[in-house]
């Protein structure tokens, strides 16, 4: 029979009522803040738990940065549709103009509409969003588009040509390119150059040609100043081909160059789509795994802690008989 | 017939002083029945041994011994469990407070959270690089990378100093300890050469032996002369007979000429013995054995760590704080390469700010002293090396302040003067690039190749793994010292119920004496009477 003292009864007593004490402290603190894992040392699977609230986080960060790409995409858009309404117009006049008959007065009032036409396509071109030039490649704090002041025609400031990255800074055609998920980057920019040039050129022409002006174009393609006046009305019929050839310019400028442009932003936006769901499932599985590593089961925390509840109660009770009975009260 | 009457005399005082012993030991029980360390005494009696002539009448009882009840194992295993314990209880405390460092709360910032922050802020600098406020975001992010990095390492390399200087302290009580028990080992051999117990000195003995052992581990072999002995694991002894050896903590023993370095730049303590006499120091190590062992010293050396003779670095040492900070130090040492490399453009292009200066070298992460040691264009481990440094984790900070100076764009061009537009975002573009590759983090004896991330991950998988095996190892040992004690207080405790049953045993036995007493004398009356 092995002996107990009053001592080895204390002990054991206090043992317990120390390891109820901590049962309850555990549950309840599970119970209060919902998590069973809040410190490496709670789980085996730190490293697990580590890197899905990293993944939560990046995903966190992707899905902003996928909303600003988004509103920049869905701003180059709006911008893309008018400017393509711009050139419908255009082709309009042209067609209109080109084909019936009409005289020189009415083709320089053409022209007039024809120039604002461009000048609103230029500002276009020239859109800032949140201080930032769309469409001046890597230059983004100046005008991608501006008068070209070594091209003047006569007196007429409207004649001046448009012309892209006029200042020659470097990087006008670099393209941004940004991080929408962990394995995919999407361009988010195309320089003015390839989308609006060709345009302004056509139209340029077209108003040159309205205004009573041939245009020669220089190696780049832009007007160089040297068309000479039509010689009304003996050159009629071949102002009313430039006009209509103008029509084929503004075509191509808008099927080739803005339409394509459009297309490849609603590809952009399809795949950040993609990417946006893949992010949403992927913080979705993040989260699964991690609630059932880090939270707690409400229903058994409860249970647990109304358990340990009772057992503390009944250590409660055992100790205070138990530290009540002394043999010199029989003796 | 008086004969007779003097003997039955005799007996009975010799009963009365025999329960009287039995009364005084009992009522020194009970006295003692709080008293830590206190053996429960038993009295042994035996009859009393007289001349032999005829018939033997008996010559009434004495008292044989007085013992000890205790168990030279019970007791050892008692010190055995309270050394894992204590050495369980220091590890679990310095993992405790090292945890916090890679919370998984939310609010809490960290390095894991720090390398996605910055890498966020690249991505978004992408977005519009010519925005100030992404490019002050930038400068910040990168800081908070590197102040995470800062006060993480910072906080593991004084938990080790702290854990270095509790070790000077634990010494010191050891080596009370073991004079106070040589002391009683004199005591001892002087009492029982006399043939007695030294009862209490034994007590006070085994308590010291309880209390050394919750600070190192130690053999024990108690000699014919009552002394005992004591010796580390590898033999050298600490106690024998009244002597008793000082251990000494010195962070320059004779034996090396480096030192231990420590990981904010100091240097660690070994545990040393000096054989010399004053003249000179001839030291011998004992900070290894004693490592391998429990206690305190076992636990507060396995957190530090112990540096081997064979080591070059303070990363080279062997414990769980020395192991952690590796791995920090490792992703410090990567951000001050790769990361520099490719923010510097990359192999074969150059990257510039808004100033149009191209970076240099040590263009984002610095620490001071940084150079282009070797002349090579890029941040090297070998740059590393030649600065001389080591914590290169507590020294990390952010080169640029301005949001001039990030530089965003690259430039593939030869051209003599190269440029870097305000939109350009390539640098970041790549720098992005870096955040899905792997790296090789290695340092001392830790290779890992992964991600930034998962480098950060496998941190707080070796932390999580360290307390939850620290957390077991205290509850085991907790338990098991439990039970020792139960076993102690089983044998060697003073039992209430006990005591006052043999109380009333005792005093009945009295009373019969004194009654015998009285037998006696009225036996006497009667023959006067007849006389």
Redesign the interface.
């Known amino acids: 029979m092995?002996?107990?003292?009053?001592?080895?009864t204390l002990?054991?007593v206090l043992?317990d009522l120390n390891s109820n004490r901590e049962a309850v402290a555990k549950y309840s603190e599970q119970l209060s803040s919902g998590l069973a894992?809040?410190?490496?040392?709670?789980?085996?699977?730190?490293?697990?738990?580590?890197?899905l609230?990293?993944v939560l986080?990046?995903v966190d960060?992707f899905t902003t940065?996928i909303a600003?790409?988004r509103s920049?995409l869905d701003y180059q858009n709006d911008i893309l549709t008018e400017a393509s309404e711009l050139l419908v117009r255009a082709e309009e006049i042209a067609t209109q103009l080109g084909n019936e008959t009409n005289d020189e007065a009415e083709r320089i009032a053409a022209a007039e509409e024809v120039f604002e036409i461009r000048d609103h396509l230029v500002s276009l071109a020239n859109t800032t969003y949140?201080?930032?030039?769309l469409f001046?490649?890597?230059?983004?704090?100046s005008e991608p588009f501006t008068q070209d002041t070594d091209y003047v025609n006569g007196s007429d400031q409207s004649l001046e040509r448009y012309a892209y990255n006029v200042s020659g800074?470097?990087?006008?055609d670099?393209e941004?390119?940004?991080?929408v998920t962990?394995?995919l980057?999407l361009t988010?920019n195309t320089s003015g150059d390839e989308i609006f040039t060709d345009a302004i050129v056509a139209l340029e022409c077209l108003g040159r040609a309205l205004q009573g002006y041939r245009t020669e174009l220089d190696a780049n393609g832009l007007p160089d100043g040297t068309g000479t006046a039509y010689n009304l009305p003996d050159d009629y019929d071949e102002q009313s081909e430039d006009i209509l050839a103008c029509v084929d310019m503004l075509d191509s400028a808008l099927s080739d160059d803005i339409k394509t442009e459009i297309t490849n932003i609603a590809g952009r936006s399809r795949r950040l789509d993609t990417a946006e769901s893949l992010l949403e499932l992927s913080e979705l599985n993040a989260e699964e795994v991690l609630s059932s590593i880090?939270d707690v089961d409400m229903i058994e925390a409860a249970s647990n802690l109304s358990m340990a509840e009772t057992a503390l109660e009944a250590s409660f009770t055992v100790t205070s008989q138990l530290l009540q009975m002394?043999?010199?009260d029989y003796? | 017939m008086s004969g007779l009457v003097s003997r039955i005399m005799n007996n009975a005082i010799s009963a009365l002083s025999a329960q009287q012993s039995l009364i005084a030991v009992t009522s020194n029980n009970v006295s003692n029945v709080d008293t830590d360390g206190y053996s429960r005494r038993t009295v042994e009696l035996s009859t009393r041994e007289g001349a032999s002539s005829g018939l033997s009448l008996g010559n009434g009882v004495e008292v044989s011994a007085v013992t000890r009840q205790t168990s030279s194992f019970v007791e050892e295993a008692l010190q055995e469990t309270t050394g894992e314990l204590a050495q369980y209880e220091v590890e679990d405390e310095y993992l405790d407070r090292l945890e916090g460092l890679f919370s998984f709360d939310d609010d809490v910032t960290t390095i894991g959270t720090a390398v996605n922050d910055f890498f966020a802020a690249v991505d978004d600098l992408t977005l519009d690089p010519s925005s100030s406020e992404l490019r002050a975001n930038f400068i910040e992010c990168a800081n908070e990378l590197a102040t995470a990095i800062n006060v993480t390492y910072n906080e593991i390399a004084d938990l080790q100093t702290e854990a270095d200087e509790r070790i000077a302290s634990e010494v010191e009580t050891i080596n009370s300890l073991t004079a106070q028990i040589a002391e009683l080992n004199g005591e001892i051999r002087i009492w029982e050469s006399s043939g007695d117990v030294a009862a209490d000195q034994r007590d006070q003995r085994d308590q010291l032996l309880q209390k050394l052992s919750e600070k190192l581990s130690f053999e024990q072999v108690e000699l014919d002369d009552g002394t005992v002995t004591i010796s580390l694991a590898d033999g050298f002894p600490l106690v024998s007979g009244t002597y008793s050896r000082d251990l000494e903590v010195t962070s320059s023993p004779s034996f090396t000429t480096g030192g231990a370095p420590s990981l904010d730049g100091g240097q660690l303590s070994y545990i040393v013995y000096d054989f010399s006499d004053g003249a000179g120091t001839s030291q011998i190590d004992l900070t290894s054995t004693i490592a391998e062992g429990s206690g305190t010293l076992g636990g507060l050396l396995s957190i530090r760590g112990v540096y081997e003779s064979t080591d070059t670095s303070a990363f080279d040492a062997d414990g769980t704080l020395v192991e952690i900070a590796t791995q920090v130090e490792a992703i410090a040492r990567q951000l001050l390469t790769s990361v520099n490399q490719e923010y510097a453009g990359g192999s074969s292009t150059t990257s510039g700010d808004l100033n149009g200066n191209t970076t240099g070298v040590f263009g984002l992460f610095t620490f001071s002293g940084a150079t282009d040691a070797d002349s090579d264009g890029v941040a090297t481990t070998a740059d590393l090396t030649a600065s001389g440094e080591d914590n290169f984790a507590s020294l990390i900070s952010v080169a640029i302040s301005s949001t001039s100076e990030v530089a965003a764009a690259r430039d593939s061009s030869t051209t003599a003067t190269p440029s870097y537009p305000e939109g350009d975002g390539q640098n970041m573009e790549a720098l992005s690039d870096l955040q899905t590759q792997d790296f090789t983090f290695a340092l001392g004896s830790y290779s890992l190749t992964d991600t930034f991330s998962g480098a950060y991950n496998d941190v707080v998988n070796t932390v999580g793994n360290e307390r939850s095996k620290a957390s077991v190892n205290l509850t085991v040992a907790s338990s098991n010292y439990a039970t020792a004690s139960q076993r102690r207080e089983e044998i060697s405790g003073v039992s209430l119920d006990e005591e006052f049953t043999n109380l009333i045993q005792y005093q009945q036995a009295f009373q019969a004496a004194a009654r015998l007493i009285s037998v006696a004398g009225e036996l006497i009356d009667q023959i006067v009477e007849v006389v």
């Not at chain 1, 894992?37 to 890197?51: C, F, K, L, Q």
């Not at chain 1, 949140?130 to 030039?133: D, L, N, V």
């Not at chain 1, 001046?136 to 704090?141: F, R």
């Not at chain 1, 800074?169 to 006008?172: F, I, Q």
């Open positions: 092995s002996r107990i003292t009053s001592t080895s002990n054991q043992w894992v809040s410190e490496p040392g709670d789980t085996s699977t730190a490293g697990t738990v580590a890197s609230t990293g986080q990046q960060s940065r600003s790409v920049q949140q201080g930032m030039y001046g490649g890597a230059v983004t704090t800074a470097d990087g006008a670099t941004r390119t940004v991080r962990d394995n980057t988010v880090r002394t043999i010199l003796i």
